[in-house]
């Protein structure tokens, strides 16, 4: 069976349901009979031999009305940017400015409160990407996007299988309930982002209740060795409270868990097979790392820390990590930030008892990585929810 049959609505006639209408018709069933035997409404077995069946029709035939049905059921017409020539421009001039989806739908209603007809959805500005047709969006637009994908990727199904560790491992679901109410500071995600060949990588890890972001440099692979020792060495100099638990993926690099365990006071878990957004706050900032480090590019061009946390500081302005009002919760004072950030590049600036913010030393500042965005640019890309 089709993927797309698979997925539809059971309130639907299926093939196969109309392919045993097509036999039971031709044994003599009455509409009556073919209904109980399918478990459907009487009505429904009327409506559909009179609907998809044609004057030229021998008989009725269960292939050709479901073809029939499928047809009629799709209602093609002009999408909304299709239709309005000055919507289409506002949002094609975000996406030439790198902006996704999401960012420009929020946008739209924060900017035209008075336009509720401009109030898209991501997913429809997804749609006139890919699937515009005649007055939709430019198809060379997708290279704007952080996926910079022509065409929309299949997800793979979640396929069962066990933890891949020697030494015991944790299950999400083992976690502690705080960590799941974003109610202290020190727990945390992380997750590899990849280049090409899988030949080198960077370590991202996030705080789930500050969104503060540290970028783990690998110079040396990302072996399971390798990886808890710069794990350890980008840690260690995180206060204890600071370090309650990490929660990552199931791959092949955190094989030495256990001993990276100890760094923690609640241990390390694992997220289930195929499921990222049991790690939700990670792959979500994944996305914003991409556009610093696009997919496809050489990681070990920019594996130093220097780059490393120039990136890290543009991405706590520009993405308002720490709050929604884009200070950093309070706890992560100013040295528990410079020890985070790795280093020289760095000054603090203090917004008050209510928080503060990490910014960028102008001696970070030549690196072309930054791609525009730096903090007096202003084109460049709002934060999180369109911020």
Same mark, same amino acid.
């Given at each position: 069976?089709? %993927?797309?049959?698979?997925? +539809? ?5 299926? *093939?196969?349901? @109309?392919? #045993?209408? =097509?036999?039971? &018709? ?112 430019? %198809?060379?637009?997708?290279? +704007? ?5 022509? *065409?929309?990727? @299949?997800? #793979?199904? =979640?396929?069962? &299988? ?127 790392? @991409? ?97």
């Amino acid at each position: 069976m089709r %993927r797309g049959e698979a997925s +539809r609505s059971g309130r639907y006639l299926s *093939l196969l349901e @109309r392919q #045993r209408i =097509a036999t039971l &018709r031709r044994l003599g069933l009455g509409v009556r009979r073919i209904a109980a035997e399918l478990g459907r409404n009487p009505s429904t077995i009327s409506r559909e031999l009179r609907r998809h069946r044609r004057g030229h029709d021998r008989n009725y035939d269960g292939d050709l009305a479901h073809a029939r049905a499928r047809e009629a059921a799709r209602r093609p017409r002009r999408n909304r940017l299709s239709r309005d020539e000055q919507l289409r421009q506002i949002v094609q001039a975000k996406l030439e400015l790198e902006w996704s989806p999401e960012q420009i739908a929020a946008h739209l209603r924060s900017g035209y409160p008075d336009r509720p007809d401009w109030h898209l959805c991501h997913e429809t500005i997804y749609q006139a990407l890919y699937h515009g047709g005649k007055g939709g969006l430019s %198809r060379t637009l997708t290279r +704007r996007l952080r996926t910079g994908r022509p *065409l929309r990727k @299949r997800r #793979r199904r =979640a396929m069962a &299988r066990q933890v891949r560790f020697i030494a015991p491992a944790k299950l999400i679901d083992a976690r502690p309930a705080e960590v799941s109410e974003r109610a202290r500071l020190g727990d945390w995600e992380g997750d590899l982002i990849v280049g090409p060949g899988s030949r080198s990588a960077i370590g991202t890890l996030v705080d789930r209740r500050s969104r503060y972001l540290l970028l783990v440099h690998l110079p040396d692979g990302h072996s399971a060795t390798a990886c808890r020792q710069a794990l350890q060495r980008r840690l260690a100099g995180l206060p204890e409270h600071l370090r309650q638990t990490l929660t990552w993926d199931q791959g092949s690099e955190m094989a030495q868990h256990d001993r990276l365990a100890t760094l923690f006071d609640q241990g390390v878990y694992f997220a289930y097979p195929a499921s990222p957004w049991q790690r939700g706050t990670n792959e979500n900032t994944n996305g914003l790392v @991409r556009q610093y480090f696009p997919k496809g590019t050489d990681l070990r061009r920019f594996s130093t820390v220097e780059t490393l946390a120039a990136v890290t500081s543009v991405l706590a302005r520009a993405c308002g990590v720490g709050s929604r009002k884009g200070r950093l919760a309070p706890g992560f004072d100013a040295d528990i930030l410079a020890v985070a950030a790795g280093g020289p590049g760095f000054e603090v600036e203090d917004h008050g008892p209510t928080g503060r913010r990490l910014l960028l030393d102008t001696a970070c500042h030549h690196d072309g990585l930054l791609r525009g965005n730096t903090p007096n640019d202003p084109n460049r890309r709002p934060g999180v929810n369109g911020r």
